[in-house]
């Protein structure tokens, strides 16, 4: 490792001169050529500041801690990582994930070991939109959630999610948009995701919206999010004597499974029937034919906002909004066409 001596006896100065250049305080003791010459120096021989050194004198360490469950390992939620990483880099930080793969020990003493690094602020991130506890010993950190909300909104710890709600209501109206009024939509029957409630109210609101009163036999579950479970529920809508000309899907998946289902029937969609999901899930979305119009769910975005949260709390500054909806846009392919 280069150190500041030997940048020194290069040059031939003090190793003092040499430190006052490198940590910008050269100004009025050190003139601008032997600066530059200080700089060109530690370029060449790859001098890089000792972070551990550093974080003594000044106690910021420049790192950040992000704990997740699966974020880190599931493909789907990628953008979360992507996007907390994009924003610690752009501001001078470090951050140090740990995927728990779910366990709440491994949790425990990830956070633990975090803290004891001396990380500046922490994210506790999900890999899908759900309320969970703030984790106890996380709360000696500036925290924020991401994907996630507290169980408990006492202690005002910041979250940050994506606006299921909207998504869903920009997804129908693109339907409605088209000329549908017979507009299918196919949930979830397992309550544990909040997005199960509000995606179903984002579809109501603009049907009503529209004057339109969503029908209840144009409105289903599906057992879970996946395509098996989407093609059972696809069944079943179509085979209503007067079937919706579009259907709106939970996920991409179930979207998956309803385009295979009218597909096998000789169903040309979306000429015969149209079609949005909800995720822009990768490998999926893209990858059916006609290509899947969806909502995306804002992962890169999301992380963006949580690091530039944590940011603050560590800088002691206050939030303009401790609860962050981020938008969620409407993916245009071509499964839409007018019936």
Request: contains cysteine.
């Amino acid at each position: 490792m280069v150190r500041l001596k030997d940048i020194a006896e290069e040059l031939g100065i003090s190793v003092s001169t040499v430190s006052l250049v490198l940590n910008n305080k050269e100004g009025g003791r050190v003139n601008a050529d032997l600066a530059k010459h200080v700089r060109d120096m530690a370029e060449s021989l790859g001098y890089q500041p000792n972070l551990v050194a550093r974080g003594l004198k000044t106690r910021k360490t420049h790192t950040f801690g992000f704990v997740s469950d699966y974020v880190a390992s599931v493909p789907f939620s990628s953008g979360i990582l992507s996007g907390a990483q994009e924003a610690a880099r752009q501001n001078g930080y470090l951050l140090l994930v740990v995927d728990t793969v779910g366990d709440q020990a491994t949790e425990a003493e990830a956070i633990q070991a975090l803290v004891q690094r001396d990380v500046e602020g922490l994210i506790v991130a999900s890999d899908y939109h759900r309320r969970r506890d703030v984790p106890r010993i996380a709360r000696r950190l500036p925290t924020v959630m991401l994907d996630c909300a507290p169980l408990d909104d006492s202690n005002g710890t910041p979250w940050i999610v994506p606006d299921e709600r909207q998504g869903a209501r920009t997804a129908t109206q693109h339907l409605l948009a088209q000329g549908h009024e017979r507009v299918g939509y196919i949930g979830v029957a397992d309550s544990r995701y909040i997005a199960r409630a509000l995606r179903l109210d984002g579809f109501a609101s603009a049907m009503t919206g529209a004057g339109l009163i969503p029908k209840e036999q144009y409105m289903i579950d599906a057992d879970d999010p996946s395509t098996p479970a989407g093609r059972r529920a696809a069944a079943a809508l179509l085979n209503l004597p007067e079937p919706p000309s579009a259907v709106f899907c939970f996920s991409d998946r179930i979207a998956m499974g309803v385009l295979q289902v009218a597909q096998s029937r000789g169903l040309r969609v979306p000429e015969d029937l149209s079609i949005v999901g909800f995720d822009n899930q990768m490998f999926v979305a893209d990858a059916t034919l006609p290509g899947l119009t969806t909502v995306e769910l804002p992962h890169r975005q999301m992380g963006r906002a949580a690091m530039h949260a944590a940011l603050a709390l560590a800088r002691g500054e206050d939030l303009a909004d401790q609860h962050q909806l981020i938008p969620c846009p409407l993916v245009v392919r071509d499964s839409v066409a007018r019936p």
